[in-house]
Structures are given as structure tokens and as C-alpha cells.
């Protein structure tokens, strides 16, 4: 079953970026995913400040802001699919994670399979 793990950093620095984990332990985590053969697919995303969030009202009109006005403090900082047998085996992978110590933590969902 395919799994998604949120990786959620607990705040950002200055240039809002996250600081869980070093890139080596970053390096060695994603080499032990795709070793694993349970890599499906994962990016890490841009610092907080490339972001914009557009909203649409119910009269259909477009509002688009520039920055990073998150309104809460922890930071979607990039993801990984990985195909495991169970829920057990995804939260295992998870808290393997670099993004899962200090203040970050991990969000794990099942993706949907609609059968298409």
C-alpha cells in the first residue's frame, strides 16, 4: 500500500528553510529508502519565502499572496511516497526519518487508490 510522509519542519530559520537533520542524514535516509526498493516518489521543497498561496472566494475571484504568511508554525518542508505492506511498516519508515527529530515531525497518510 502506498503511503505519503509529510515532512513538517517545527520552525524556520531566517531564509526559511528548516534545520532537522544534516544533509548527510538526509543523504543516508533516502539511500536506505530507495535501497529498501519501497521508493516511490519524493521531493524536498524550496525555502518558505519562494512560496504563494492562492485562495478563491465563492464569487470565483482570485487572490493570490507572495511569502510565506504561514498561519501556523509548523512548515511543509518536502514528502516521500513509499510502497510498504501496512500503516506499521509506513510509521517505521517515518520515524526513521530526519525530518521526524528535534521540532519537525512526520505526518503519515494513506494515498487513495481509486482504482483508475
Known sequence: MKYMLL???GAADENGGADEGLFEDWMAYDKEVKDAEIF??????????????VRVDPDGERT??????AE?????G???????????AALDWAARCPGA??????????VADFGV
Open 64 to 69: 493570490v499572496t507572495d511569502g510565506p504568511f
Open 7 to 9: 515532512i513538517y519542519a
Open 72 to 76: 501556523t508554525r509548523e512548515l511543509l
Open 40 to 53: 516511490v516518489s519524493g521531493e524536498s521543497l524550496a525555502d518558505l519565502v519562494t512560496a504563494t498561496t
Open 78 to 88: 518536502g514528502f516521500y511516497v513509499i510502497d510498504v505492506p501496512d500503516l506499521d
Open 101 to 110: 527529530r528535534g521540532s519537525g515531525a512526520m505526518v503519515v497518510r494513506p
